[in-house]
């Protein structure tokens, strides 16, 4: 109260709020600074990468690692992993997996949060308390690999999908935001004659866009991310997702044992091949992210607060 | 809100899922096994060597040496005239991976030529080599196994009960290949004996080894770039601090050491590979030895004369390879196996690249000369328990078939795939094609092992350089108390290793004082070196080796 008192004393337009009134130079210089540092220090790995997966094999064993200065630009180690099908049809693999998955697990946690937010509904209380309960407890990855194997999804894509379809987090990020919808707007819908499905379609999804594109975002990098499950479960390379194919060539023989010397003749991928398939793996999160950016901050901050 | 859960019964919950975790069985570990030196020869075939006709070796081999083949032979025999296959039934086999993915059955003409060749398919379930180890546990776990799987040595120490499940799961061997039974099977009656021992698990003859080369590591040089800083190479660990003042220059971005060179120095200063006999008759372990502490000293003098790589200095996993091939770094120590990895990968572009093996050497001058000798056998080859006599018999054949040693057409089939096409011989070398590149990967290869040959004569020099070192290595081999029992580390041992390792990487970079070396090594002692002594000691009495 004193501040502000004081500040409208230096004639200052009063009607902004002190963290609204514009910082002095100082802080200013201060925060472009930060900020300045705080984008090198992003963009920085992300441009050593693409100029490293844009240089020669030349160039990478001369510099004896990432590329920092460019030395020529060739697409070679591009045109060498799209003239290969691996990568490609692991391109496709994971598009269609994230695809398929994202809205499959997005219609799940949306129709199982929809039901958890309505007291009374059928098995109400066992069934939150069955998805809490997933917050504490992991089954474990043999009982998972043996449901698998006994549903007979080994090698099917399926096998990528179903366990881990649903995320107790986005459910319950998403029951919160569902419960903060006025319980008035639900009962003019249901006088008006409309059943649940309709008014989760009609009414509490349209006004749930925000937390909706946020978890969809969620399950979205999280498909296009996942390897774990297609190492264990996929035996047919053809059906390897990028992201095992990424780990395969980037992570790859450090150390090699030593137990090979002497048969692998062939030397290991070059740093500008296991670079371009690094980039190749970014772009759709950079293409997507500004997408949902608008919903991003607004949907979790919704679903963190309330409930 | 009636119908949520409270905070109190959330936190219960929690509290619920502690209490259960708390109570779930310890992680059972391997206790370790070992079978007697008498016992093994019962289990193991009786080797016989596999003579190619016509192929004699221009170097000659020896029980360390492998046998030199300065030129390419005109031409490959046939060593298994009959297709190995015959039930007309798909194999199922899983192998680790380490580098590029290759096409899938149906898409590699690799597979297809190498099935033809085999009178049958092998469907290959082929795995990351980095999580090989995560993927073994869950199918042993789960006991889904595949008809042969292929499962590295460093894996299997890390792998709780491996030996139970490996005799639950995995086909006991020596009723097809004990003694002379191995008969039928030319090619893994050809391998090393002290390999094939090291297939026992629990006294059960189970895996098929992957034969290692005898000495795990060397030290290697920029040999061109000492050349042209009118500099020798090191005959002892003294004339390292020497050479490290003369190449370490950050100006020019060059510095003399890379990493790894704490090994090579534990060996020059005479500590063993891992235990060794005392006078009063008991055991002692390497970390507990004073020429390991020496070796540990003489690391932080490096270090902090600043003469080790930044990269290194920075992360003690941080690739050499890059930056010793950039120049950047000149003397590391490496696995044999990347001598002719480096050649092939920086050539191409630095047609003066010299990478040379550092003749073996002790800490001072004149001191004792000692190698390390490796473990005979580094991965294992199981076959699937209860598929009856005669596809037991099939996949031996399978892996007799794939155990083709150099100068046979197997041997070239499997790893260069097919003439013309995934290569082609150039002046007696051999040029792998595009197709080649994209199809061949490590797999039918992991069927089986093969005892080495020095034979990658597409390096001008190399043959006869390895095999002039592997000469001097082999005369000053050091002895292992254990040699020819079969000693499953046991996994509590094996798990200490990094941790203590990790500390002494932290006594090099300064992070931790030189004194604290005695305390690390006590630490040890306490959690599990003492009790992993005993039994060895227990070992090593049983077979009078104390």
Known sequence: MTVLTSRRRTGRPARLAPWEERPSPAAQLGKGTLVTLIVVAVLGPLYTIVLTSLSSSATVNRVGGLVLVPDGITFEAYRQIFSDTVVSRAVLVSTGVTVAGTLISTGVSVLGAYSLSRPGSFLHRPLLFSVLLMFVFFPGIIPVYLMVSGLGLKDSYWSLILPTAVSAF???????????????????????????????????????RAVTAVVAMFYAVGYWNAWFNAMLYIDDTRKWPLALILRQYVVDSNPLPSATAGVTGDAPPTLAIKMAIVVIAVVPALIIYPLVQRHFTKGVIVGAIKG | MPTTTTRRGFLGLVGASVLVAGCAEKKATSKGTAVAADKLKSLVPTRIPFEIPGLKPDLPGSEFVAPGFLTRPATMVQAVTAKPLTSGKEVTAMTPLWGTVPPGLGDNSYYDAVNERLGGTVRFNISDGNTYGQKVSTLLASGDVPEMMQIPGWEIITIARFTEAANKLFADLSPYLA????????????????????????????????????FPFATFVRQDILEELGLEQPRSGDDLVPLG??????????????????????????????????????????????????????????????????????????????????????????????????????????????????????????????????????????????????????????????????????????????????????????????????????????????????????????VQAQHDWQTKAAAVLDNDPFVGIRVETPSKMAGLATPTEDKMNEVFRGKRPLSEWPKIVKEWQDQGGNEAREFYMKVARENGRL
């Open chain 1, 170 to 208: 986005n459910v319950v990020v998403l029951r919160s935001f569902f419960m903060n919808i006025p319980g008035e707007i639900l009962d003019s819908a249901r006088i008006d004659g409309a059943g649940e499905f309709r008014i989760l379609w009609r009414i509490v999804l349209p006004m749930s």
């Open chain 2, 179 to 214: 003694g002379d039974k191995a008969k039928e099977f030319p090619l893994l009656a050809n391998y090393d004996t002290a390999a094939w021992q090291y297939g026992v698990f629990g006294g059960v003859l189970q895996g098929i080894p992957w034969q290692n080369e005898p």
């Open chain 2, 245 to 462: 003042k003369a190449i370490t220059d950050a100006k020019k971005k060059r510095w003399a050491f890379g990493g790894g060179m704490e090994q090579e120095m534990q060996r020059a200063f005479g500590a063993p590979r891992e235990w060794r006999k005392k006078s009063d008759g008991t055991l002692e372990y390497k970390y507990e030895t004073a020429e390991f502490a020496a070796s540990v000293e003489f690391m932080v003098k490096l270090f902090e004369a600043g003469y080790v790589h930044p990269d290194i200095v920075a992360n003690k996993d941080a690739d050499n390879k890059g930056i010793f091939g950039s120049g950047q770094m000149i003397i590391y120590r490496d696995g044999p196996g990347a001598w002719h990895e480096a050649l092939g990968r920086f050539l191409p572009d630095n047609p003066k690249f010299d990478m040379q093996a550092v003749d073996p050497y002790p800490a001072k001058p004149g001191g004792k000369t000692i190698m390390w000798r490796n473990e005979p056998a580094g991965m294992f080859c199981f076959i699937k328990k209860g598929l009856g006599e005669a596809r037991t018999r099939e996949l031996l054949a399978l892996a007799n078939w794939c155990s083709g040693p150099f100068g046979t057409q197997e041997y070239e089939l499997v790893n260069n795939g097919v003439e013309g096409k995934h290569y082609d011989v150039e002046d007696g070398k051999v040029k792998q094609t595009a197709l080649g590149r994209k199809e061949i990967a490590p797999t039918y290869m992991f069927l089986s092992g093969r005892p080495p040959a020095n034979s990658m004569s597409q390096y001008d020099g190399l």
